[in-house]
């Protein structure tokens, strides 16, 4: 399948807008909260890898990137054979910012999202051991978020 | 010599009459100079101060110690053990100064994988709030006497991440550091000075190993 068929086949899917092709072999595409799960499952089959999923503290709300990458040849740019990626964008209210996990789909998605839920604070519904990864155990509150105070660990000299 | 003089322990005799029950007796104090009827461990810390009064009120603790101190510390001082821990970029400059460049292995130091087979622990990074236990751990497992240097910015006062939210300002707020060496990352160099002041530390200040307490 060329690119531009799958961003054609793209575009008639639910909760999808706004696809766009940034780079040669890259989609990018906007997604409702609510659609999200059905519509990664709908492109397990193309996409075998997630590589990242990042958080961005938007202010006040937040956005959620996931990049996924096809690797498999089952969509070609033109004649080349680079990987075509995709870029998924969420965007999230700030009062309970939740999505659903997608940790069962991609098995790499595991730590990606305990990373964004423990430096950010965003919730994955149904992710099966949702807990910190790299602050300790008892840490309070998310460091990464841009309204967030810390006090500082400073001796008086 | 009179009969009425007692002799033995006085806390025996006066828990005879008194109405102790038999677990009140396993964890009392243990009776001062009987030693028959000590437990094992009682009677080892008996032993082990009788050693000790015997040797510093006779005098003989101050002689077997001058004696033995040069000894102890030239092996001491002349084969300091660090642990092969590593926590960042300054580990790189500790696997450089082993390196043949600057062969510090003519100091005498022997990397050791072990907590339980060193005697120096270098703190060559941040430390941060996760990592703070652990390195409390490995502290605790190296046998005395033990030393610490902290290498570098970060393992001195946090360094660069000084005011960050996961890392700790500074070895010294939680650990005895003995050696202090600057640096962004410490050269090699920095880092044998560092154990040449140790040596002369542990040359000035470490006292007698005989019986110490």
Same mark, same amino acid.
């Given at each position: 399948?060329?690119?531009?068929?799958?961003?054609?086949?793209?575009? =008639? =899917?639910?909760?999808?807008s706004n @696809?766009s092709?940034i780079r040669?072999?890259t989609v990018k595409l906007d997604l409702t909260k609510?659609?999200s799960?059905?519509?990664f499952? =709908? @492109?397990?089959?193309?996409?075998?890898?997630c590589s990242l999923i990042s958080a961005i503290d938007n202010q006040p709300d937040f956005e959620l990137v996931y990049h996924f990458?096809?690797?498999?040849? =089952? @969509?070609?740019?033109?004649?080349?054979?680079?990987?075509?990626m995709l870029e998924a964008h969420i965007y999230l209210k700030r009062e309970a910012p939740s999505v659903d996990s997608i940790?069962? @789909?991609?098995?790499?998605a595991?730590w990606h999202e305990r990373e964004a839920f423990d430096l950010m604070g965003i919730y994955f519904?149904?992710h099966?051991?949702?807990?910190?990864v790299l602050l300790?155990?008892?840490?309070?509150g998310h460091p990464l978020r841009k309204d967030y105070v810390?006090?500082?660990?400073?001796?008086?000299? | 010599? %009179?009969?009425?003089?007692?002799?033995?322990?006085? #806390?025996?005799?006066?828990?005879?009459?008194?109405?102790?029950?038999?677990?009140?007796?396993?964890?009392?104090?243990?009776?001062?100079?009987?030693?028959? !009827?000590?437990? %094992?461990?009682?009677?080892?810390?008996?032993?082990?101060?009788?050693?000790?009064?015997?040797?510093?009120?006779?005098?003989?603790?101050?002689?077997?110690?001058?004696?033995?101190?040069?000894?102890? #510390?030239?092996?001491?001082?002349?084969?300091? +053990?660090?642990? +092969?821990?590593?926590?960042?970029?300054?580990?790189?400059?500790?696997?450089?100064?082993?390196?043949?460049? +600057?062969?510090?292995?003519?100091?005498?130091?022997?990397?050791?994988?072990?907590?339980?087979?060193?005697?120096?622990?270098?703190? #060559?990074?941040?430390?941060?709030?996760?990592?703070?236990?652990?390195?409390?751990?490995?502290?605790?497992?190296?046998?005395?006497?033990?030393?610490?240097?902290?290498?570098?910015?970060?393992?001195? %006062?946090?360094?660069?991440?000084?005011? %960050?939210y996961?890392?700790? !300002?500074? !070895?010294?707020?939680?650990?005895?550091?003995?050696?202090?060496?600057?640096?962004?990352?410490?050269?090699?160099?920095?880092?044998?000075?560092?154990?040449?002041?140790?040596?002369?530390?542990?040359? !000035?200040?470490?006292?007698?190993?005989?019986?110490?307490?």
């Amino acid at each position: 399948m060329n690119i531009d068929e799958f961003m054609q086949q793209l575009s =008639s =899917s639910k909760g999808v807008s706004n @696809i766009s092709k940034i780079r040669k072999n890259t989609v990018k595409l906007d997604l409702t909260k609510e659609e999200s799960l059905d519509f990664f499952v =709908s @492109i397990k089959s193309e996409f075998e890898h997630c590589s990242l999923i990042s958080a961005i503290d938007n202010q006040p709300d937040f956005e959620l990137v996931y990049h996924f990458s096809c690797m498999n040849q =089952s @969509i070609v740019v033109d004649d080349s054979n680079c990987a075509v990626m995709l870029e998924a964008h969420i965007y999230l209210k700030r009062e309970a910012p939740s999505v659903d996990s997608i940790a069962n @789909i991609w098995f790499g998605a595991d730590w990606h999202e305990r990373e964004a839920f423990d430096l950010m604070g965003i919730y994955f519904i149904g992710h099966p051991d949702l807990r910190r990864v790299l602050l300790p155990e008892g840490f309070a509150g998310h460091p990464l978020r841009k309204d967030y105070v810390y006090e500082i660990h400073e001796e008086e000299w | 010599m %009179s009969s009425k003089k007692v002799r033995g322990n006085p #806390n025996l005799r006066r828990g005879v009459g008194s109405k102790t029950t038999d677990s009140d007796k396993i964890m009392e104090d243990p009776p001062a100079g009987d030693w028959l !009827a000590l437990r %094992s461990d009682q009677l080892l810390e008996w032993i082990d101060n009788s050693v000790y009064n015997v040797a510093e009120f006779t005098g003989m603790r101050e002689v077997v110690d001058r004696i033995t101190r040069p000894i102890f #510390n030239f092996a001491q001082r002349l084969s300091p +053990h660090p642990l +092969h821990f590593g926590i960042m970029c300054c580990a790189i400059e500790m696997g450089q100064a082993s390196a043949p460049d +600057h062969d510090i292995d003519r100091l005498g130091l022997v990397y050791r994988s072990s907590p339980r087979q060193c005697d120096v622990l270098i703190v #060559n990074g941040p430390v941060c709030e996760k990592l703070r236990p652990k390195l409390k751990t490995l502290y605790e497992q190296m046998p005395e006497p033990k030393w610490v240097i902290a290498m570098g910015e970060c393992a001195i %006062s946090g360094g660069p991440y000084w005011d %960050s939210y996961s890392v700790v !300002a500074g !070895a010294d707020t939680f650990m005895p550091v003995d050696v202090y060496i600057p640096g962004c990352p410490v050269r090699p160099e920095a880092l044998m000075h560092g154990f040449l002041t140790l040596q002369k530390k542990i040359r !000035a200040k470490e006292p007698g190993m005989f019986l110490r307490r």
